[in-house]
């Protein structure tokens, strides 16, 4: 079936290293996949769910001690400490190969090693580009056969080309204390051991997608960003598309998924998914930059998810998906997390796959006292998607008429502003953060800077990355995107959210596209350019009145005074002498304005 040279041979090379009992090649095939959840079904590894109610869903349980991302265990191995930069994990490559190949060597013996072809977006996209990927977990084959394309016309579309991504995972012993998810970026390869859970083992995701994909873009004029896309169609029928970062907790799905408020939805206003996670951008022909999600489906967080916060993301996961360390209803074998209803079952299995009373249930202790792990998923198809996006599938992608940042801010950011320039934009893009809160941490406010929300993700020095963000910009020209900030999570002096958030967030992506399209002024401040209070659309909102939204709009100069001197730091501290000097200009204006 494999008849490009370079993926034979290194196949080869790694059946002699981890000496597998039996080689099986994906084809994408139906028949294939039924076969191998059966299998799955059989071992224990997965149990098939209520077929009437959640058709094609399976349940999976990963191993105790396995159950997130481990970033302290994630590495760039780069030739040298500096190219991977100061917000990265280095190892020297040779070094790192050797105590993989160690822990990995014989690994598969008694195993079946599955070859998986994928491509991250549609197959024969020029934005697309191909991985292999070698596991010996059957979860694994159908979690990539759901977020990836598979198959042998994967196969076909890479024919003799050796430009693609190599990918080893095995399962060994899931020895925590051994656990380590390598990245390689100067030579295309990824290698994962001793992990079972997902974002450390679906090796397009983060690893390949973000991880490997943003050193790539850099090398080769593109973007790889950890953004959703989605788009905006007005009552004319017009639709334009934006992209939005935020750290995680900043409602990035819940945004990716709106649903217009029911003013809006009876106006025409619709809203349409294309991604929730990443998005590869490129310039087009016409000089504007594009965009795919290179994913093919949502590798979601179940917690928190229902009909109220997110009723297409529920809806999502109603067939064909693949749960993982939710709870078990054993009376009416279906799943429940925490947050998705008021009705716990009474007869269940926590994640555990323990004897669960919910009663018992103790907020200090999520994780030992919750039916479903705090970080259990879903892997569900973006078909399912009752707003996925007509152009999810379209191989040239969708022009971005806006770049949004956004993080979690009690009182810094306004609830939306815009930059000066593309320059100044990579600049609010940079001085990202999110303020911790007291569940997470003991203490509220305290700022974690997460730039462009890849701070865990950009697979080279950050800095670098900086300057790709720039020079994308002249590229685009007087083409580029316009950039903003977002904060929908402002609170009044009591610690109450000021802003109602979900649907109504899109009377922000209006004001958004409409200084997008100059059909609205806007007030300059030290910050960029901040909405004339009239312009944002508060009709139908009991708790936002006029007051209320210019307590929300308000740029206090000493908070900002003190925003500007954290940013200083932050700068100095972590890039030093590499941080490019448009950014360096942008906080000597941004100190100069304040004053």
Known sequence: MIKNQSVNAWIEEMKALV???????IDGSEAQYEALRAEACSTGEMIKLNEETLPGCYLHRTAVNDVARVEDRTFICAKTKEA??????????????????DIAKDSYKGRTMYVIPYSMGPVGSEFSKIGIELT?????????????????DV???????????????????????????????EDNTIISVNSGYGGNVLLGKKCFALRIASFLGKNEGWMAEHMLILGLENPKGEVKYIAAAFPSACGKTNLAMLIPPEKYRKQGYKVWCVGDDIAWMRVGEDGRLWAINPENGFFGVAPGTNEKS????????RKNTIFTNVAHDLDTNEVWWEGLNDNPPTNALNWRGEEWDYKKYDKADKVGTSGAHPNSR???PAENCPCISSEFNSGKGVPISAIVFGGRRAKAAPLVYQSRDWDH??????????????????KVGVVRHDPMAMRPFCGYHMAEYFQHWLDMGDKLGDKAPKIFNVNWFRLDDDGNFIWPGFGDNMRVLNWILDRCENKVDAKETAIGYVPNAGDIDIEGLDDVNADTLAELLNVDKDVWT?????IEEFFASTFGDKLPAELADSLNTLKEKLN
């Open 19 to 25: 000496k597998p009992d039996n080689v099986v090649v």
């Open 84 to 101: 991977a930069g100061p917000t990265n994990n280095w190892m020297e490559p040779q070094e790192a190969y050797k105590m993989l190949y």
């Open 136 to 152: 010996d977990s059957i979860y694994v084959v159908l979690n990539m056969a759901i977020m990836t394309r598979v198959g042998a």
């Open 155 to 185: 196969l076909d579309a890479l024919g003799d080309s050796e430009d693609w991504i190599r990918g080893l995972h095995c399962r060994c012993e899931i020895d925590e204390s051994k656990r380590y998810i390598c990245h390689f970026p």
């Open 310 to 317: 997110n009723p297409n993301a529920l809806a999502s996961t």
């Open 378 to 380: 879903f892997t569900a």
């Open 425 to 442: 934009g990579v600049f609010v893009g940079a001085v990202m953060a999110s303020e911790t809160t007291a569940a997470a941490t003991g």
């Open 562 to 566: 003190a925003e500007a001197k954290d």
